[in-house]
């Protein structure tokens, strides 16, 4: 039953983990875009905003997901008592919504912070002195769109190029305000 329960998890957290993951990769394309146009490039704060940033991201989504699952968990478990005319108290019904419950919006908290880890590679590179700060920019502004791109293509349907390529292009459309602002401000 656990294992129904867990497909459950993936089918009902989907939405959840793509609007977070939409919602983190542009947060940290947006600070890296930014960051590409300051006059100072400041290495440490611009890693520190991006891990922040997406600290506070999967906070935010992570007990978002928590509290609207427990709702939904709640009314399920209550359909249950109603049709079965008794409290279910600490069954394995209850206990298996709990681990729904937490699996999902533990999901969800971990999603901003690994697109963070994967977008932050390039400034390990910096670190090592292999690039410089401005090609880690550029580097992860790529690793961003490519992100983006993918989560269109993995989750996008019957339309996974499209669905990935208009969310690239969306990406793109930052990149080019950041440009656009730097160059009239």
Do not use: W
């Amino acid at each position: 039953m656990l294992g129904e329960r867990l497909d459950d998890v993936i089918h009902r957290g989907l939405p959840y983990l793509i609007n977070t993951l939409f919602d983190a990769v542009f947060t940290i394309l947006g600070i890296v875009v930014g960051s590409s146009f300051s006059s100072v490039l400041d290495t440490r704060a611009i890693i520190g905003t991006m891990i922040t940033a997406s600290i506070s991201l999967g906070v935010s989504s992570g007990f978002s997901v928590y509290e609207a699952e427990t709702i939904q968990e709640e009314k399920r478990i209550s359909k249950i008592e109603e049709a079965m005319i008794t409290k279910l108290g600490e069954t394995v019904q209850t206990r298996e919504s709990k681990i729904v419950t937490m699996l999902s919006s533990a999901l969800v908290f971990f999603t901003p912070i690994i697109a963070c880890i994967v977008t932050l590679a390039p400034f390990l590179f910096v670190y090592l002195g292999f690039i410089s700060v401005n090609t880690s920019l550029r580097l992860a502004v790529l690793i961003d769109l490519g992100l983006i791109f993918s989560t269109g293509l993995v989750f996008g349907g019957e339309k996974r190029l499209l669905k990935g390529i208009r969310m690239t292009v969306l990406g793109g459309m930052i990149f080019l305000l950041g440009f656009l602002m730097e160059t009239f401000f």
